[in-house]
Nanobody, 119 residues
Framework: QVQLVESGGGLVQAGGSLRLSCAAS????????MGWFRQAPGKEREFVAS????????YYTDSVKGRFTISRDNAKNTVYLQMNSLKSEDTAVYYC????????????WGQGTQVTVSS
């Protein structure tokens, strides 16, 4: 079982930056695909970004391309989401998730961290 704990959320002005971290424990995530998702009030949870086990392939939803960067440090068992040029529409609870290569859906989730962007 993988335990995921997000940190780094907070309140930031529009145009600012935040870096979210997702620290994994109980098991190494070096063989896991990792993703970030977010859920805004009154909306469904949506995909934000993902990264493969080596970090060589990354994917982003269109609304964050060019502003967000996902990365990972397998030695630290941690995944990051660097968020730049933040907009009010980025306000949401951000969740980290993991899945192994045998599954198409993420099956380990963190508790989430709140990101609030003030305009």
């Amino acid at each position: 079982q993988v335990q995921l704990v997000e940190s780094g959320g907070g309140l930031v002005q529009a145009g600012g930056s935040l870096r979210l971290s997702c620290a994994a424990s109980r098991r190494t995530i070096s063989n896991y695909f990792m993703g970030w998702f977010r859920q805004a009030p009154g909306k469904e949870r949506e995909f934000v970004a993902s990264i493969n086990w080596s970090g060589g392939n990354t994917y982003y939803t269109d609304s964050v391309k060019g502003r967000f960067t996902i990365s990972r440090d397998n030695a630290k068992n941690t995944v990051y989401l660097q968020m730049n040029s933040l907009k009010s529409e980025d306000t949401a609870v951000y969740y980290c998730a993991a899945r192994d290569g045998t599954r198409s859906e993420y099956h380990y989730w963190g508790q989430g961290t709140q990101v609030t962007v003030s305009s």
